[in-house]
């Protein structure tokens, strides 16, 4: 079955760094998605990505966060001041149609440590 | 938004036993109610969904009950085994929306 893929799976950095975190989806699907995972906590929805753009966005994607699609295969995260609070598993997903009634496809995640 | 309780955050059982993991939702709208199994170190995968037409959908050893008045919504696991042992997540969302929710997690343990 074909996998969502992330890159790295392991990324330190420094508070006030920027960090970019790659993702590659399904080559078929056109829905794209950021999930964070704090260690012990649920899996929270950051942003969905559709044709483009931002389709919609939690509250926790503020102007520290930003997606791009930058050709036709990679979709990124780029956080643009690390925080502390920051630190946690961060997942890419994927689906063919809109998420909201569809199985998303996760990536392996990227574990971001924030120092 | 959206609210999606889970619990027991744990769960252990002994092999054969059953398990059950219950989640309640907040948006009456929402209609779709998927089950994500998330073994050690790995990604969360899709194990059943169930969408708000239906009250209980079966799949071999899993099923899933739905009740729309109460808004809740629960994962049954029949004839344990070892296997079974992961993090399962519930989750929540409305048809034509992107952002779905998840719930906090139960870590199920199956004893052999």
């Known amino acids: 079955e074909p996998e969502v893929t992330q890159t790295p799976s392991h990324q330190v950095t420094q508070m006030g760094q920027e960090v970019i975190l790659r993702c590659v989806p399904i080559?078929?699907?056109?829905?794209f998605y950021w999930y964070r995972q704090i260690l012990g906590q649920k899996v929270e929805f950051l942003v969905s990505?559709?044709?483009?753009?931002?389709?919609?966005k939690s509250e926790i994607f503020d102007d520290q966060f930003s997606v791009e699609r930058p050709d036709g295969s990679n979709f990124t995260l780029k956080i643009r001041s690390t925080k502390l609070e920051d630190s946690a598993m961060y997942f890419c997903?994927?689906?063919?149609?809109?998420?909201?009634?569809?199985?998303?496809?996760f990536g392996s995640g990227t574990q971001l440590s924030v120092l | 938004g959206e609210n999606v309780e889970q619990h027991p955050s744990t769960l252990s059982v002994q092999e054969g036993d059953s398990a059950v993991i219950k989640c309640t939702y907040s948006d009456s709208a929402s209609n779709y109610f998927p089950w994500y199994k998330q073994e050690l170190g790995k990604r969360p995968q899709l194990i059943i969904d169930i969408r708000s037409n239906v009250g209980e959908k079966k799949d071999q050893r899993i099923a899933v009950t739905l009740n729309k008045t109460a808004k809740h919504f629960s994962l049954h696991i029949t004839e344990t085994q070892p296997e079974d042992s992961a993090v399962y997540f519930c989750?929540?969302?409305?048809?034509?929306?992107?952002?779905?929710?998840f719930g906090a997690g139960t870590r199920l343990t199956v004893k052999p």
């Open positions: 989750a929540a969302s409305i048809y034509n929306n992107n952002d779905m929710r």
């Open positions: 080559s078929n699907h056109l829905y």
């Open positions: 990505f559709y044709n483009n753009e931002i389709s919609e």
């Open positions: 997903a994927s689906s063919p149609r809109q998420g909201g009634n569809e199985k998303l496809f």
